[in-house]
């Protein structure tokens, strides 16, 4: 309810001094401008039907969606390289221009090129994936290329080392899983959630850049002489709540349960929201929307009102809101396959109530390469955020989870199925040691449930739309804001207490951004109520 009013205000404030037409983005009144970076969902779309064999999208007629299939030929992958390297703005040049806005780099995305040591180190690590992944026989080296933090060896998790009977030469291919369509899943998916998850956040936080920067040199849209409007600052901010929700959210109708889910980070978040099982029922009853989509809305929509009257300071207090918030996805994401990835050999995952190899509802043969390279991209869009907050969080954090990184690169030369496990305590208590500093809570986060009943087993039962049938039971439960200090109002005065004060030492101090730690997010500090 608050949302919808902060929305109805927010109409009414703009339209006396907009004459473009508007547009509704996910309940938000947008500039005509915006329809630009809605539309551009399909860019990503379509670079994931390609990769999977399928036919990409119309976008004069939405009806003629696919769905993306499971499997990733390394054909496949040699198309989705084709489509990379386009120069055609509405394939793989588009992509390669993100962030668009390279006027000046907002605090959010800094912290990312600052970890990653480059400015295009998101590039650089869909280049490498896509040389290794199509030449097996040669190590094509880590990713991102150059210094910096967060590497990636996809060579070392996804190639399997073969020698054939007759002679002694090197016959590498480009993966195990359950059958020669798959072998290059890995990198599929190394690839196309890094173009997604971290291209549309740094995407959204420089297009808000861009609206501080326009505010900055002046232009303001609430002039009393409508000859001095500028509406340039507002149309960035909508372009950013256009690339957060995508189009595809809009035309939920023509997709059936297993289909309706694009490229944005508003839909990752709606799936999600159902493995973490904290989803809200939208009024007609048929689909899971996410609580955080919706308070990150609100930050959105008071955001266009501070940009329109030209309120900077309340503008960059929002920016690192949004920021904050849209890390949720990453740590759900992360936390979901290093459970999965977790409970070999005796491993620490006492954090969770069983094991994740194994575990009933989860297929056999976890370690796959599409669980390493889920987990390891999730990550990639989190890591700088935990580093930033501590750097002991951050090396622990990303000595579990690195794509060919000591927990993930195979044991065995003949088969990619035979890694270490992951210590699911590390990766949990990496994130919630440092939520209050990453300014997000435990419940919003929730407890991982990944689609296990009630008495502990799974039997695939799910309803028309795609959501799980039953009561369910967590695989592994969230902490406590009490006792970690996340808990609203005051959160600066609050200190972590109890058994959660201990266990967190290991996790906390050594700031990678001088007094990152310190810093406090709280939605108090600008007087919106979220809850």
């Known amino acids: 309810m608050i949302f919808s009013l902060t929305v109805a205000v927010l109409c009414m404030g703009s339209a006396s001094a907009q004459p473009t037409q508007s547009i509704r983005i996910a309940g938000y009144h947008a500039d005509e401008y915006a329809r630009y970076y809605l539309e551009r969902e399909y860019v990503q779309k379509n670079f994931d ?46 992509l390669r221009s993100i962030p668009t806005y390279t006027g000046s780099e907002s605090d959010e995305w800094r912290e990312y090129t600052r970890y990653y040591g480059s400015s295009d180190f998101h590039i ?3 280049d490498v994936a896509f040389e290794q992944g199509l030449n097996p026989k040669e190590n094509e080296g880590i990713a991102p290329k150059g210094p910096g933090r967060g590497k990636a060896d996809f060579f070392a998790a996804f190639i399997e080392k073969k020698k054939k009977f007759i002679g002694i030469f090197n016959t590498n291919t480009q993966g195990v899983w359950y059958s020669t369509n798959e072998q290059c899943i890995g990198f599929k998916e ?28 002046g232009c ?86 501070a940009t329109f009257n030209g309120e900077k300071d309340q503008m960059k207090v929002l920016q690192r809101l949004i920021s904050n918030k849209l890390a949720i996805l990453g740590i759900q994401g992360t936390m979901r396959y290093a459970w ?41 869009n989190i890591l700088p955020k935990v580093w930033a907050c501590s750097r002991n969080a951050g090396e622990i954090l990303y000595g579990e989870v690195a794509i060919g990184g000591p927990k993930t690169v195979t044991l065995n030369a003949t088969d990619n199925n035979m890694r270490p496990s992951v210590n699911f305590d590390n990766v949990k208590l990496a994130f919630e040691c440092n939520y209050k500093c990453l300014g997000i809570t435990c419940e919003e986060v929730g407890s991982l449930f990944d689609g296990q009943t009630v008495d502990g087993t799974n039997n695939g039962e799910v309803d028309p739309y795609g959501e799980y049938v039953g009561p369910l039971l967590a695989r592994s439960l969230t902490c406590k804001d009490g006792k970690m200090a996340t808990l609203r109002p005051n959160v600066g005065c609050k200190r972590q207490r109890g058994a959660e004060k201990k266990v967190c030492k290991r996790f906390i101090k050594r700031p990678g951004v001088g007094d990152r730690d310190k810093l406090v997010f709280s939605y108090n500090a600008i007087g919106i109520n979220t809850s």
């Open 49 to 94: 039907l390609i990769m999977s064999g399928d036919t990409p999208f119309d976008l004069a007629d939405p009806s003629t969606y696919y769905a993306v299939s499971d499997y990733a030929t390394c054909g496949d992958l040699r198309e989705g390289k084709k489509f990379w390297d386009s120069s055609d703005p509405n394939e793989g040049a588009y």
């Open 124 to 126: 650089s690590w869909v």
């Open 190 to 217: 190394s690839i196309l959630r890094t173009t997604s998850y971290v291209y549309q956040f740094g995407e959204i936080m420089q297009l808000l850049q861009a609206a501080y920067d326009s505010v900055d040199a």
């Open 220 to 305: 303001l849209g609430s002039k009393k002489n409508p000859a001095d409007i500028c509406l340039d600052a507002v149309q960035k901010w909508d372009g950013a709540v256009g690339m957060f929700v995508g189009d595809i959210e809009s035309q939920r109708s023509f997709y059936s349960s297993s289909s309706r889910y694009g490229g944005s980070l508003w839909m990752q978040a709606e799936y999600m929201c159902r493995i973490y099982d904290n989803c809200d029922i939208d009024v007609i009853g048929r689909y899971s929307n996410s609580p955080v989509n919706y308070k990150i809305m609100r930050l959105f929509a008071a955001g266009k009102q």
């Open 340 to 380: 999965r990835l977790s409970g070999q050999s005796g491993t620490p995952n006492t954090l969770a109530l069983t094991k994740g190899v194994d575990a009933p509802g989860v297929p056999a043969s976890v370690a796959r390469d599409r669980d390493v390279a889920d987990m390891g991209t999730f990550a990639m």
